[in-house]
């Protein structure tokens, strides 16, 4: 069992950033393959970014791709999201997911692949 703590949400203003963080809590893991989601007001959840265990393999949603970077630091047991250029239309509760499926065999927009998720953290932008 994984148990996910995301944080470093808030408001920020159009072209601003913010960093989230993922961190496993108590005695977990996160020694796994990690993603981010996103779900905006009315809408459904959507994927934003995923990594490997290792770290060296990352892929990212088309609306991001350059803005957004993840990244993870396995020593301290936390994944990243760096979020850059941002946009009224990031606003969203920002989740965390992790899996026990392997990089090569996931298919990594797909949330029910995804068996350990975060509260989520709000980030607002302002234009």
């Known amino acids: 069992q994984v148990q996910l703590e995301e944080s470093g949400g808030g408001l920020v203003q159009a072209g601003g950033s913010l960093r989230l963080s993922c961190a496993a809590s108590?005695?977990?893991?996160?020694?796994?393959?990690t993603a981010w989601f996103r779900q905006a007001p009315g809408k459904e959840r959507e994927f934003v970014a995923v990594?490997?265990?290792?770290?060296?393999?990352?892929d990212y949603a088309n609306s991001v791709k350059g803005r957004f970077t993840i990244s993870r630091d396995n020593a301290k047991n936390a994944v990243y999201l760096q979020m850059n250029s941002l946009k009224p239309e990031d606003t969203a509760v920002y989740y965390c997911?992790?899996?026990?499926?392997?990089?090569?065999?996931?298919?990594?927009?797909?949330?029910?692949?995804?068996?350990?998720w975060g509260q989520g953290t709000q980030v607002t932008v302002s234009s």
């Open positions: 108590g005695r977990t893991s996160l020694n796994s393959v």
């Open positions: 997911a992790a899996t026990t499926v392997e990089w090569y065999a996931l298919p990594k927009a797909t949330q029910n692949r995804y068996q350990f």
């Open positions: 990594i490997s265990r290792s770290g060296s393999a990352t």
